[in-house]
């Protein structure tokens, strides 16, 4: 079955980075688009990027665009989100996603979910 298991969350101060992954198993993953979300205490979970099976498409959250960056190693089959110039209100748990179909990524309703990590950015 498929498998999602995101890493790299920790505690940094304001103005800091952060590089989370992904590792996939158990799908194809060049045929997946995959997306990173967040959930913050008391919020609805919310879209921040996504980036198509091949690489070549990319697309950010307005409140993340310039500061982060996703990417995808199909020989690691692992997604990645640098996270530059850390803000207090990005702290949240961040999950990784993935769907067969770009569009349903685009919608930001994706089939697979991981458990998520847990960024904390001090003020």
């Known amino acids: ?7 790299g969350g920790r505690l ?3 103005g800091g980075s952060l590089r989370l992954s992904c590792a996939a ?12 979300f967040r959930q913050a205490p008391g919020k609805e979970r919310e ?8 690489g070549a498409i990319t697309y950010y959250a307005d409140a993340v665009k310039g500061r982060f960056t996703i990417s995808r190693d199909s ?19 961040y999950y ?3 769907d ?4 349903t990524m685009s919608q930001r309703v994706p089939r697979y979910w991981g458990q998520g990590t847990q960024v904390t950015v001090s003020s």
């Open 1 to 7: 079955q498929v498998q999602l298991v995101e890493s």
């Open 96 to 98: 990784c996603a993935a």
């Open 12 to 14: 940094v101060q304001a």
């Open 47 to 54: 879209f921040v990027a996504a980036i198509s099976g091949g």
């Open 25 to 36: 198993s158990g799908l194809t993953f060049s045929a997946y688009a995959m997306g990173w």
């Open 75 to 93: 020989v690691e089959n692992t997604v990645y989100l640098r996270v530059n110039s850390l803000k207090p209100e990005d702290t949240a748990v």
């Open 100 to 103: 067969a179909s770009w569009a």
